[in-house]
């Protein structure tokens, strides 16, 4: 079983519509979370932390569950510029580092 | 407070040849992570190290394949007698507190084996 796992997609949504990305981990030490984007052939940057109450930033929502080992990333109002692979990151993975998953696929259509 | 940064940015390298590649962290960040990522696939975790020590070297091939961050300048990754397989882009990342906080990564150096 992957340390981290996502669903690689790919999602491909109206702009305007609402999508969700799911995401599992093994490590149940986890301490930090993390969603980042990568724009094609580029570097990941830093989507959002995610806290264990939940948090939100503009169009954007982050949750998790520790009991279930589970993250979520909500976009609401779709954007054209939201095209990317979303990459959730969990940090420890098997050994003190920041773990990244296989990362979800995005295409917003007009 | 530049970012963090990686040269070259393409690197191109026959077979057998040596390849180092540089990774100069964000000021004040003593964590540096290298990740590789080969087409179409997500990025890898090759080794974790602070100043002048190696914290985890899981990811990293056993052979051909060294890192290091030296009290003074950049990190050093370095791939000896490199063959085809090894063309992929190779990600930096900083953090001034190791896996607790988050990671800003440099835009990755692409390399290719002829």
């Known amino acids: 079983r992957k340390e981290v796992e996502q669903d690689p997609g790919p999602f491909n949504v109206p702009e305007g519509a609402t999508v969700a990305f799911n995401c599992t981990y093994s490590n149940s030490a986890s301490q930090s979370f993390f969603w980042y984007r990568q724009d094609c052939r580029k570097e990941p940057k830093l989507l959002m932390s995610?806290?264990?109450s939940g948090n939100e930033d503009g169009r954007f929502t982050a949750q998790l569950n520790r009991a279930s080992q589970y993250i979520s990333l909500l976009i609401r109002d779709s954007k054209l510029s939201d095209s990317a692979t979303y990459l959730c990151v969990v940090g420890p993975g098997s050994a003190r580092q920041l773990t990244f998953g296989s990362g979800t696929q995005l295409t917003v259509l007009p | 407070n530049a970012g963090v940064m990686q040269n070259p940015r393409h690197l191109v390298r026959r077979r057998g040849q040596e390849a180092r590649l540089r990774c100069s962290p964000m000021?004040?960040?003593?964590?540096v992570y290298w990740y590789r990522q080969l087409p179409e696939e997500g990025l890898k975790f090759m080794v974790y190290?602070?100043?002048?020590?190696?914290?985890?070297e899981s990811g990293m091939p056993k052979e051909r394949f060294s890192a290091e961050f030296p009290k003074e300048g950049p990190s050093i990754l370095r791939i000896q007698q490199v063959v085809r397989g090894d063309s992929a882009a190779y990600f930096c990342?900083?953090?001034?507190?190791?896996?607790?906080?988050?990671?800003?990564f440099g835009q990755g150096t692409r390399l290719t084996v002829v």
């Open positions: 990342a900083s953090s001034p507190g190791g896996y607790l906080t988050e990671a800003f």
């Open positions: 995610v806290y264990s």
């Open positions: 000021k004040g960040h003593s964590h």
């Open positions: 190290l602070q100043k002048e020590n190696i914290i985890d």
